[in-house]
């Protein structure tokens, strides 16, 4: 969209500041919403060096919603399963990821390289109507009164410009600009141990003398983690010890020292070397009127189950289709306070598990941590067992989401692949991924006549499932038949046979019967309905020069 084919062409409905995975990917679905949009970012170009590695089910599915997927898919292969050696070189234990059929229709953990799936992400964004895009461009200047946001942009060659926006979502970074000049504080969940991260594209020859699976060297002479990525891309992160120079520790020489027992220089390229500080962070507030943030900017966690991307994409799916319904009056601005409710909650649960995981990683002692082996091994029955990646990730439990007492609130709904004409296809490509109620046929037949006239009205897509070659159901809007069993197996698990899923592909809350269907709908209407206006809040005048 050009500037002048709008009334203001200087005024926003939501401006992005960051253009990098979260700000992306923000940036994608405000699009798909025909959400008028800015994104800016210091940058012009995509770092050419890998940074994030992993990402799960989960994000590929909303990847796959935007249509970018198959952008992103060239670039990615799945996560091999993560072997954990203990203090003496013994296996320990397994994190794998759960076995077919996937819940998502994705492998769940995949590894990436990020440069081509950042600028695929970025050229997806761009292509939008709607969306204007400002690179090697920075915010000097913010003021957030109650009805607007006024931002003052310095462009690298020194021209400045002034937009207003109704939102405005910071996904600029841990060093977030936005965060600090808020005044907006981070907690400390207590974990900080410095790293060594070292990228190497490693030849063919040589690949035989890596590990054929990643693993965690539970070693406290030198706890270090290996990762297999995409092709011919392996990672090692290596803990610094005291008194060890991280400047020193990314040099060539030293990175060689430290892969010896591995690699030669002559088995391999160095491609990046960074050493990091991995830290355990979650901002206080996520929202202060009408700026949010998002993504590094909010939180920051240590990298031992590969989520960090995984969350800032999390982040901005949850907070876009809420900034939809507000935007177009389908919702009140309180709608948009669950955002931080949701998200902050579940990033701190996920957090303390994930540090929980790296205190394993990082003992040093070695009395403690042949004590930890023997622990790990005896709630194995005294052999390795295997955990799932899956099952480390916590559901979301407070927020936009139905009575506590529902056994699959605020989980992630699966995506089956179902029937088509034209052979299998997962779910969301015929059934869209908006709200929806997805319910058994058996139920939806037994339902009074309106109810599902009511879910509709409610903004609801009704999708009913069936056995394979069975009559549509009356009233739905699709009726379709899986190809696995998997949301049947799910309602099975937790005895319901109909669920409201949410846009982000959460559950808001599932029913076994028409009472309890009617309740929850009613529950749903009214919670999206409720339009608390905003409070009031001082204005925000900072220089973020």
Known sequence: MSKTSHPD??????????????????????????????VI????????????????????????????????????????????????GQLIRRIDTVPEPYPQGYVPTMVFTQPPVEAALRAHAQALPGVEVCLGTEVIDLDAAFEKVTLTLRADDGTRRIVTAGYVIAC???????????????????????????????????????????AQFCDPQRPTSFIIG?????????????????????????????????????????????????????????????VFIAGD?????????????????????NLVWKLKRVLDGSSGDALLDSYEAERSAHVRELTTRIKAIGQVIC????????????????????KPRTLTRQEIVPPLTTGFLADEADPARGRLFPQPWIETAQGRARLDSVAGAGSRLVIEAALAGTLPEGLLTTARAAGLTVIALASSGAAPVAQADITVAECDGVVRDWFSACGRAAAIVRPDHYVFG????????????????????????????????????
């Open 9 to 38: 062409p200087e005024h926003f409905q939501v401006v992005v500041v960051g253009f990098g995975p979260s700000g992306a990917v923000a940036t994608s679905l405000l699009g798909h919403h025909s959400i008028r949009s800015l």
């Open 41 to 88: 970012d210091r940058q012009r170009e995509v770092y050419d060096k890998p940074r994030a590695i992993a990402i799960d089910h989960e994000i590929m599915r909303i990847l796959d919603n935007l249509g970018v997927a198959d952008a992103v898919l060239p670039h990615v292969a799945p996560f091999h399963a993560s072997e954990h050696f203990g203090a003496d």
């Open 172 to 214: 600029d970074g841990a060093s977030s600009g936005v965060r600090e000049r808020l005044g907006i504080r981070l907690t400390d969940l207590v974990f900080d141990e410095p790293w060594l991260v070292v990228d190497m594209l490693v030849h063919d020859a040589a690949l035989a003398k890596l590990p054929q699976n990643s």
């Open 230 to 290: 995409p092709g011919n891309h392996r990672r090692w992160e290596i803990m610094l010890l005291p008194g060890e120079d991280p400047r020193v520790a990314q040099t060539p020489e030293r990175v060689w020292e430290l892969l010896a027992r591995w690699l030669t220089p002559e088995d391999a390229t160095l491609w990046r070397a960074a050493s990091y500080r991995f830290h355990a962070l979650v901002a206080e507030s996520w929202r202060l009127g009408r």
């Open 297 to 317: 900017a909010a939180h920051q966690q240590p990298p031992f189950i590969g989520q960090g991307m995984c969350q800032g994409v999390r982040d901005v799916a």
């Open 363 to 382: 003992e040093r002692d070695p009395v403690a941590a042949r004590a930890r082996d023997a622990r790990i091994l005896a709630e194995g029955g005294g």
């Open 510 to 545: 599932t029913a076994a019967d028409s009472p309890a269907l009617a309740a929850l709908i009613d529950a749903y209407s009214r919670g999206l309905a409720a339009r608390t206006p905003a409070a009031p809040a001082a204005p925000i005048e900072h220089a973020l020069s």
